[in-house]
């Protein structure tokens, strides 16, 4: 029997509605592509590389934000393995960020027909040398990356109150993060430099969900957005959230915006850095891009 090209790497335990009606549909999907379950947090790295070795020309991300950082990072860490694969992507997390950039829809059902009848699109790669317990290690994201405030919530979710309540797990962490004094941050690039309580970076417009912080990045042009937040305290903050909702970032007290392609952020030692929502490391942190290094599957027409 021929083996499928496509190879769909899915965590079995997944809980919620979404993974539900999802797993309810791999029967009917077996027959077009090869079921790869994770096994433990960190798994789809190594299951999505094996695949590249194994053949594989389409590999497929099914779940969030996290599960899609870990496969395209197992991609990346395989000999060419960017050039050979396209990563297709079912969106089953809580947010699932870079789905919503790309426009693959959040219907798991209807983002298969995307990963079958789709696309190829090539975006941009931002690399993250982080510092570790052990030492420097790299990690690649797709969507967007933090140090301050936001890395601080995202290392201090509870998972099983995530579980429970979703999105909101997040406003709780956040607000108990804004009650420790905030950072004083640098960040360095060629030509430049800016200072700040808290930094994000940007790969595409979206942050956090449906939310411009943003608004002029673009996925494939070679550039990442460097969003500054000058002074941090409950206040800007809902300020600047409202500003957000409202589609007026620009409105968020003192934010500055910069784009470059490579450059540095420091501070105090043990300051936490997220990548597409998942904590990686600390400062300082290096960050690089690799222009159009990633193939994704898109709906026809994005």
Known sequence: ???????????????????????????????ECT??????????????????????????????????????????????????????????????VFARELGIPLSAKRAWKTVLHG???????????????????????????????????????????????????YLFSTLTALKSKPPKLTAKWDGGSAT????????????GGPVVLFPDAKLNDGRLDLCVFPRINPGSVSRGVTSMVLGQIRDWPGAEHYRVSEFTIDGPAGTRVQADGDFIGTLPVTITLRPRALKVIVPSGK
């Open 1 to 31: 029997m021929r083996q499928p090209s496509i190879a769909l790497i899915f965590n079995p335990a997944a809980r919620g509605e979404k993974a539900r009606r999802f797993r309810e549909s791999l029967n009917q999907m077996q027959d």
């Open 35 to 96: 079921l790869l379950e994770t096994t433990a947090p960190g798994s789809a790295t190594s299951l999505a590389a094996q695949a590249i070795r194994d053949g594989y020309k389409t590999i497929v991300a099914s779940g969030g934000d996290g599960t899609v950082n870990e496969v395209v990072s197992g991609l990346a860490k395989e000999r060419e393995g960017l050039g050979q694969v396209q990563l297709g992507i079912l969106p089953l997390g809580t947010m699932n």
């Open 119 to 169: 696309q190829t699109r090539a975006v941009d790669l931002p690399l993250a040398k982080v510092q570790m317990d052990d030492g420097q290690a790299e990690r690649c994201f797709v969507q967007m990356a933090g140090a301050g405030l936001d890395a601080d919530a995202v290392g201090g979710v509870s998972i099983a109150l995530k579980k429970k309540i979703g999105p909101l797990a």
């Open 196 to 207: 700040g309580e808290w930094m994000c970076v940007g790969n595409g417009r979206f942050f």
